[in-house]
Nanobody, 121 residues
């Protein structure tokens, strides 16, 4: 059973910084893309950033220059470093990963349980 576990959320002042982690556990062969998604209160879940196995990254325009995604393949972990946080960054952040569990299986999409980030004074 593959699981993605996020950590690092919390309350931060506007302009502050916060780091999130997402660790994959369980039995799997390889992880392709890992990503972070943001769901603001009352809104749909939206892409924040993704990182491929070769460290190729992609960011939403709203976070470019403020957020940095990275990964440690040896630890099966993705990170999201957030700086210059704004109140509109408030919401639940979900980790997502495309994981192959077996050579005979295609990649499947997995989600973490989410971690709350609140940017408020």
């Amino acid at each position: 059973q593959v699981q993605l576990v996020e950590s690092g959320g919390g309350l931060v002042l506007p302009g502050g910084s916060l780091g999130l982690s997402c660790a994959a556990s369980g039995s799997f062969l390889r992880i392709n893309i890992m990503g972070w998604y943001h769901q603001a209160p009352g809104k749909q879940r939206e892409l924040v950033a993704t990182i491929r196995y070769d460290d190729n990254t992609n960011y939403a325009d709203s976070v470019k220059g403020r957020f940095t995604i990275s990964r440690d393949n040896g630890k099966s972990t993705a990170y999201l470093q957030m700086i210059s946080l704004k109140p509109e960054d408030t919401g639940v952040y979900y980790c997502n990963a495309l994981i192959q569990t077996d050579r005979s299986r295609a990649y499947s999409n997995y989600w973490g349980q989410g971690t709350q980030v609140t940017v408020s004074s």
